[in-house]
């Protein structure tokens, strides 16, 4: 994932996994026969990952109206594993336009919400995580703007605990 985040996805070829991971080609094809495979493997491992740290986020909640919500906004914007600045935020933008990784990232995304239709099927939420992800896209890569990065999520976490 460092690798695709780093040098984009035309800096991810199979030499470059070897040589990353000190194996040889013939190593990596073993585990991957193309670089499609690897890629498709990289994305599903990185949404295993995120969904974990939901998972995590919400075992230590104890308010279930927008609790989903919380953990997306909290995860998106400020966690050191998956928010501004991280690998992943850099694997996103990487993928932005990559069918495979949108339609993996709007199966989770969908799966979620089925999860939590009981307490995150809200309008209300469902803005305040449109608007979560307008902040990554707009603010997040702007070193100057961590401050008020925060208070936007500051602000989305306070408006997730208002029901309509």
């Avoid at 985040?5 to 585990?31: C, R």
């Avoid at 906004?73 to 690998?87: K, Q, R, W, Y």
Wanted: proline share 1%.
């Amino acid at each position: 994932m460092r690798l695709a985040a780093e040098s984009g996805m035309q800096g991810v070829s199979i030499q470059a996994v070897a040589d990353l991971s000190n194996v040889t080609k013939g190593g990596v094809f073993h585990h991957f026969p193309n670089k499609q495979s690897l890629i498709t493997a990289m994305i599903s491992s990185a949404m295993h990952t995120l969904d974990d740290e939901v998972e995590k986020y919400l075992a230590t909640k104890t308010i279930e109206y927008g609790c989903f919500t919380r953990a997306y906004i909290e995860l998106t914007l400020t966690s050191e594993n998956f928010g501004i600045g991280s690998v992943w935020s850099a694997l996103c933008l990487t993928f932005i336009s990559d069918q495979a990784f949108c339609a993996e990232w709007n199966q989770w995304l969908a799966q979620r919400l089925v999860r939590h239709q009981a307490t995150d099927q809200d309008m209300n939420l469902q803005l305040l995580r449109y608007a979560a992800d307008g902040a990554w896209l707009m603010e997040g890569f702007k070193s100057e703007n961590q401050q008020k990065l925060i208070d936007i999520k500051n602000e989305l976490i306070q408006r997730s605990f208002i029901k309509n």
